[in-house]
């Protein structure tokens, strides 16, 4: 039974005990069921298409109790309404999702920029795409039935807690059903521009700012870092991509799809547009992902106004890491020793997007602790570290620095870290930035009386103090 788990790029792990994949809702009430009274550890996992351990199993052996993995895959049921509601079982991705509700002529308000994850995975962590009026897919749930440690089935929907479990990251309970407001399928054109980049990075933070306000649904991918052997520092690449979506009544060809810059298909600097539906304009299916080597990421939100500081603090350290960097960066020789792949990759890479803010108590945009004349627009700042090719010492390495941010900027800037991108900060940082924790965690212990959800990760970022003895 024991069972080994790996996240996506294969630099996580864990063994549970055990993989359990009900065939049906009932099936999993019962080992539900069985396993309160052996306080046996559940861990319902999506896809795995994370960087932290927030899906992470409690591994075999390290506590007294078992330790199962949950995939409801089989439960696969869904329910169109007629009010512009569907209502579907935990094991839909959306790469089956989405098609299936566009034969319906339905489609989501937005997505992020894949459509590799399941639907709970993706939602309940606050996944998100792009957009100043575009709110993160959390905000798509209307209602839940989420079983709690002993077996029961609670139903959320506005009038019970809705907003609690929106963002649940899996430690308020297992989530087998969802309600979600769909809209009539739409068509977007997708507009890819090369813009030059101000080398004065204080401007070139302007700029980005101004392109934020100009366009509403953009991402800006860049600027970006890259190593010079020579001088043995990272160099500044200033130029920006504009990416951005603007609705059309153009129903041509659909054309987006075949040819998305996203995740390294392509190359992405170059000006082109495309049209097609909105959800295949906005995300790409599994098969055009084309990197899928290390990479150590992390995605903070903050408010827009913090956005010209913030980018420029965030680059100028990024950029100050080159010395600690060059121990790491000649490797030419050991790859060609072992005639091993090599990834041509900018070492930094920097892409900014905006979402509309919301009123879920876990949502890393959350308006709960905004300055009152604040607009509830957030930016965000995605970095990713990428190495030439997979190297454990060096992905850890990138971790480190990538942990160094939030104890850095965090406070200034009003940060909120991705749940399921990297993410090292302990519960005093996230009480601050969650001002509503202490009801969502009154709430987690009704659910989970005897910390059968938890793992490490949520133990410290939550503050659980309840479920600490059990990892000491
Ligand atoms: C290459 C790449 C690109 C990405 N792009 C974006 C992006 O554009 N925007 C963005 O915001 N994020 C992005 N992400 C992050 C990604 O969307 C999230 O990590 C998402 O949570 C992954 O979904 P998953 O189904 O793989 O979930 P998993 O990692 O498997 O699970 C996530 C959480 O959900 C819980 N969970 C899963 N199913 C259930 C259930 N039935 N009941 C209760 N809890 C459950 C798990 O326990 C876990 O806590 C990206 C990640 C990668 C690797």
């Known amino acids: ?31 539900v069921k069985y396993h309160y009274p052996r306080k046996t550890l559940l861990r319902p996992v999506g896809n795995g298409h994370g960087f932290g351990n927030l899906t992470t199993c409690v591994n075999d052996g390290e506590t007294e109790r078992d330790s199962y993995i949950l995939s409801l895959t089989n439960l696969k049921d869904l329910q169109i309404h007629e009010n512009d509601t569907v209502t579907f079982g935990g094991g839909w991705d959306l790469v089956d999702l989405i098609p299936t509700l566009h034969s319906h002529g339905l489609q989501v308000q937005n997505l992020g920029s894949e459509k590799v994850q399941n639907y709970i995975g993706a939602s309940t962590t606050g996944t998100h795409g792009t957009g100043k009026q575009n709110q993160n897919l959390a905000n798509q749930i209307i209602g839940l039935r989420v079983l709690d ?70 991402n800006i991918l860049g600027p970006n870092l890259i190593w010079d052997p020579s001088t043995q520092q990272l160099v500044p690449s200033t130029n920006l991509t504009l990416v951005y979506w603007e609705e059309t009544d153009f129903h041509g060809t659909p054309n987006c799809s075949i040819d998305f810059c996203s ?13 097609d539906y ?44 080159s010395d600690r960097m060059i121990s790491y960066q000649n490797i030419n020789e050991l790859i060609a020793a072992e005639g ?15 979402v509309k803010g919301d009123e879920t108590w876990l949502s890393p945009v959350n308006t709960h602790n905004l300055k009152p004349n604040a607009s509830g627009i957030f930016a965000t700042l995605e970095y990713s570290w990428i190495p030439s090719y997979n190297n454990f010492t060096l992905q850890w390495f990138y971790q480190d620095l990538l942990s160094e941010f939030i104890p850095k900027f965090g406070e200034t800037y009003n940060v909120r870290p991705h749940w399921n991108k990297m993410l090292f900060n302990n519960e005093t940082y996230t009480s601050t930035i969650y001002p509503k924790l202490s009801d969502w965690l009154a709430i987690q212990e009704q659910m989970d009386p005897q910390c059968q959800f938890v793992n490490p990760f949520l133990v410290n970022s939550l503050g659980l103090d309840r479920c600490r003895s059990l990892f000491e």
């Open 1 to 31: 039974m024991a069972y080994r788990w790996f996240n996506w790029q294969v630099d996580i792990t864990c063994e549970a005990s055990g993989f359990f994949v009900p065939a049906n809702e009932s099936e999993l009430v019962d080992f």
């Open 149 to 218: 440690a002993k077996g029961n089935i609670h139903v959320i929907d506005k009038d019970h807690n809705l907003e609690a479990f929106r963002v649940a990251i899996g430690a308020l309970g297992i989530i087998v059903e969802v309600t979600i407001k769909v809209e009539p399928l739409s068509w977007l054109k997708r507009t890819s521009k090369v813009v030059e980049g101000s080398s004065n990075i204080t401007e070139l933070y302007q700029q980005i700012a101004r392109y934020g306000d100009q366009y509403e649904q953009v």
């Open 263 to 275: 995740n390294d298909c392509g190359r992405c600097n170059r000006d082109y547009h495309c049209y």
């Open 278 to 321: 909105k959800m295949d304009g906005i995300a790409t299916t599994p098969p055009g992902i084309c990197y899928r080597g290390f990479m150590g990421q992390f995605e903070h939100f903050l408010p827009i106004e913090n956005l010209p500081d913030a980018g420029v603090d965030y680059f100028h350290h990024a950029l100050s890491q």
């Open 340 to 354: 091993m792949a090599r990834y041509e990759s900018d070492e930094v890479t920097v892409i900014t997007r905006f």
